[in-house]
């Protein structure tokens, strides 16, 4: 089992920043693949950026050039910094890692709000 326990969301104006951060605890030695989804209001979830444990990045379209997903293996912990954030980036933004031998876990998520 792994347990996820994010941090960091909040409300900001357009054009503002926020860090996400998302540390893992437990069995965390097979932890491959760690990132970020988001889910809008009457919207279906949808994958914002991952890295996997070897630094390989993969981020939506909508937020490449102004979203950088890191990670920090020594404290197991991955985040999410998100720069020049617009109004349809507000959403409910969950953590997630997906294990060598196949499970995924899910943080229990973190409100983003952006304001116009």
């Known amino acids: 089992q792994v347990q996820l326990v994010e941090s960091g969301g909040g409300l900001v104006q357009a054009g503002g920043s926020l860090r996400l951060s998302c540390a893992a605890s437990?069995?965390?030695?097979?932890?491959?693949?760690m990132g970020w989804y988001r889910q809008a209001p009457g919207k279906q979830r949808e994958l914002v950026a991952a890295i996997s444990s070897g630094g390989n990045t993969n981020y939506a379209d909508s937020v490449k050039g102004r979203f950088t997903i890191s990670r920090d293996n020594a404290k197991n912990t991955v985040y999410l910094q998100m720069n020049s954030l617009k109004p349809e980036d507000t959403a409910v933004y969950y953590c997630y890692t997906n294990m060598q031998y196949g499970n995924r876990y899910w943080g229990q998520g973190t409100q983003v709000t952006v304001s116009s």
């Open positions: 437990g069995s965390i030695f097979s932890i491959n693949v």
